[in-house]
């Protein structure tokens, strides 16, 4: 069958070759970054038994899954901006979204396939729609690439998107400040107190402090603010101290051992605003093209997004695989639970994020995790 073109190897990205690689498909996925090392690949992510592990498990990689998850990861506690715990969840094993390190995950990925299989610091400029389901790409440098069965795995931004929807993602109105501590236990011994062994929640309205504790003793920490974008473009992130210190004045009155994990950050605090495409995105069937995770689906963050991008990507090599001949019917079947769960999922992180940041913060999550159990 016509060889599918990947554009990003993202873990959506990646999980499709892979479970295309092992129904014997062929398929190359084009990326930007030069090398699969060139830079961190962000903290943990909560791996879901019902979506996640499925996707894992489509590519046969449970096992290796299986050893690098984060032990006692998914513990969680919540506190108020004083620092007092309201609620305090230990991790026992039986919560159903064990946490790994991204680049862990992303390094297993790359494993699988084969070395060729990815073609690294190709930077797509632009796509060209040639017409009968074929479309000719151009990379930034210089090079081309004609294809008929491409696949926009390139995030947020996605430069393939443009050939199936005119939707852009829009800012929310909250953007989160990364920082990081390091050897806490010893340097910061109030803080890794407080954030305890697992993911912190220190919330008030409009405002809070998340953070997970790393394997080698680290605080990944993001500083979350309910924001016009213009306020933030207001700080110049260039100068780590200014900006650090603009940032730690909104959270006047928190406790020292929070407010820690803005301005003892040993690394340039960088901010992260988030975007989201509209709610129910979806497109007309186009020949020859599709999209997943993020580029189809953008939403807030809610520990879905990576799940879902691996199960997009081992759904839509199932559909490939069990539609050989039939490019079409294959992606009119994926098509269809993508547009689904991904309505879904955007819905339920609007509501996330206005939980976590609402007028009921933090309460309102110590109510969220003090009910039925959580999938």
């Known amino acids: 069958m016509t060889p599918v073109t990947i554009i990003g190897a993202g873990l959506g990205g990646l999980v499709l070759a892979r479970v295309l690689h092992v129904h014997g498909i062929p398929a190359i996925i084009y990326e930007a970054e030069p090398s699969a090392m060139a830079r961190t690949q962000g903290g943990l992510l909560d791996i879901h038994a019902q979506d996640g592990q499925v996707a894992l498990a489509a590519a046969g990689l449970t096992e290796e899954f299986r050893a690098i998850i984060h032990a006692g990861g998914e513990a969680a506690r919540v506190l108020d901006r004083q620092g007092a715990v309201l609620l305090d969840l230990p991790d026992d094993g039986t919560g159903g979204r064990p946490e790994v390190l991204r680049g862990d995950l992303r390094r297993i990925l790359v494993e699988s396939l084969p070395a060729e299989a990815i073609r690294w610091g ?47 993602p829009e800012y929310v109105g909250t953007t989160f400040v990364e920082t990081y501590l390091r050897d806490v236990d010893v340097r910061h011994p109030a803080t890794a107190q407080a954030a305890g062994g697992g993911a912190l929640f220190a919330l008030a309205p409009g405002q809070g402090i998340f953070a997970h504790r790393e394997p080698g003793g680290i605080l990944h920490a ?61 497109w007309d069937r186009v020949p020859g093209v599709t999209l997943l995770g993020d580029a189809a689906h953008l939403a807030p963050p809610a520990g879905e997004g990576a799940n879902l991008a691996l199960l997009d990507g081992a759904e ?4 490939i695989a069990a539609n050989p001949g039939d490019i079409e019917t294959a992606l009119a079947v994926y098509e269809a639970a993508v547009f689904s769960r991904g309505a879904a999922a955007a819905a339920d992180g609007h509501d996330m994020l206005a939980l976590l940041l609402g007028e009921r913060a933090p309460f309102a999550l110590v109510d969220f995790f003090s009910g039925p159990v959580q999938n």
Do not use: C, M
């Open 122 to 168: 190709k930077k797509l400029a632009g796509v060209a729609a040639l017409g009968e389901g074929r479309y000719e790409l151009g990379f930034t440098d210089g090079s081309t690439v004609t294809t008929g069965f491409l696949v926009g795995a390139d995030g947020a931004w996605s430069k393939v998107r443009p050939l199936l929807s005119s939707a852009v």
């Open 316 to 319: 839509l090599g199932q559909a």
């Open 222 to 282: 993001y500083v979350a603010l309910n924001r016009p974008a213009a306020w933030f473009a207001g700080i110049d992130f260039g100068d780590a101290a200014a900006a650090t210190a603009r940032v730690a004045a909104e959270f006047g009155g928190w406790a020292p051992a929070l407010t820690a994990l803005i301005t003892d950050g040993e690394a340039p605090p960088v901010p992260r605003p988030l975007y989201a495409l509209p709610t129910g995105h979806r």
